[in-house]
């Protein structure tokens, strides 16, 4: 088993965060030496059936829409200095990305990449409807479904790397298994080696969310400050061949990494501490230790884990009707009262059949709830910059029409002032979760073939 560290970059946190943040992150790599691995984390929970619904109406689409400016300034560094990238930027559509990137790469003078594709996650076939209405129930026939994927785990990644694979693409992984998987690979750590698993988790996790280990949605001036937010660097971690971690950043950028980054990363959708659930293990960071080692390098110790799950988390989405939103703007004296007379119009002319959500941004809107509650409790008061916000959720499209309609008829039927209406009618996804067994779902990997996918 090797000894030195193991370093894998985190270059993206999710689907949309900055397509420049690969390059130092790369540079760092390439400087420091050794084997090394990029991990893009790119799939939020409905990001998989947007990706589904664009390749309904592209077929060779689907997969992560910046993928040619996420990847592409750096995949012809990585394949030259062996820096295997891995990521679920496959969405919908893993293959299409495999050629798309095979592409890339041939274009900048690497025809003959090797890229690897996980398939699997994938369970909204037929082959799996039956499956999939015992976990849900009864209620699983009346959805109108657009994606049933599994999230899973690190081995398919780690298999891929080691059959040969220069880059791994995937679909729904769990994130921490995008570097889970290449660390497998590295070290040769067997599928139920539950504590350098657990360790090896944990610091995918803190790598999963981009910049939030390194200063980014943790800076609050004065009580937090950042340095240099603005050009905030991605982090990387040296994992060590017992699955203990390092984290840091890329060199020569922004941001901080120190014992609150760390701990606030560690702590971030973790509801029980000693039982962190992944397709690969249960982490258990309960004696979890924080060594703050200096420059913006950070060691995390004490983690374990045990035995994984025996069932895999499966999100379904499926349509649920239409999201009407629209907004009005008034200003200057009295500005709160008319937007609140406004808001009545509407509710009375709406009526009860057709309840509504009211924000008044500027007096009462983050902290407000749906019924209303809050905004009726609040006294009126004084703001002088005030925007109405009306928003509904119907299944039938026409009704919610009329929210957007009402609000645009407030320019001349509503109080003094009214302006800059913007309104939005779109298509809702719900989502419902359940839990299938694993021996269920039939996971691997295939190497691309180019030209197979077109």
Known sequence: ?????????????????????????????????????????????????????????????GFDPQLDDLVGPVIERCLRHDIAIIGNFGAANPPGAAQRLHDLASAQGIPDARIAIVHGDDLSGPAYRDLLRE???????????????????AEAIADALRGGAQIVVAGRVADPSLAVGPAMAHFGWAADDWERLGRATMAGHLLECGTQVTGGYF?????????????????????NADGSCVIGKADFTGGCVDPRTVKEQLLYEVHDPARYLTPDVVADISQARVVDLGNDRVALGGVTGHARPDRLKVNVCYRGGWLAEAEISYAGPRAEARARLAADVIIQRLGPDLPVRIDLIGAVS????????????????????????????????????????????????????????????KPRLNLISCFVPREAVRSGWNMLTPGSTA
């Open 135 to 153: 976990c849900i129930g009864p209620q699983f026939d009346d959805l109108d479904v657009v994606s049933a994927n599994a999230y899973l785990g």
């Open 219 to 239: 800076a609050d001036p004065g009580f937090k400050d950042v340095p240099d937010l603005h050009a905030v660097g991605f982090p990387i971690a040296e994992i």
């Open 366 to 425: 983050i902290l407000g709830d749906d019924r209303g509650d809050m905004l009726r409790g609040a006294p009126h008061g004084s703001a002088r910059d005030v925007r109405l916000r009306v928003a509904c959720s119907q299944h039938d499209k026409r009704q919610a029409q009329r929210i957007v309609r009402e609000v645009t008829a407030l320019y001349t039927n509503g109080p003094a002032g009214g302006g800059g209406v913007r309104t939005t009618l």
């Open 1 to 61: 088993m090797p000894t030195a560290p193991f370093l894998i970059g985190s270059a993206s946190g999710f689907s949309g965060d900055r397509t420049d943040a690969a390059g130092p992150v790369v540079d760092t790599l390439i400087a420091r030496g050794g084997p090394a691995a990029l991990m893009y984390e790119t799939l939020a929970e409905r990001t998989l059936a947007l990706a589904q619904l664009e390749r309904e109406h592209h077929p060779q689409g």
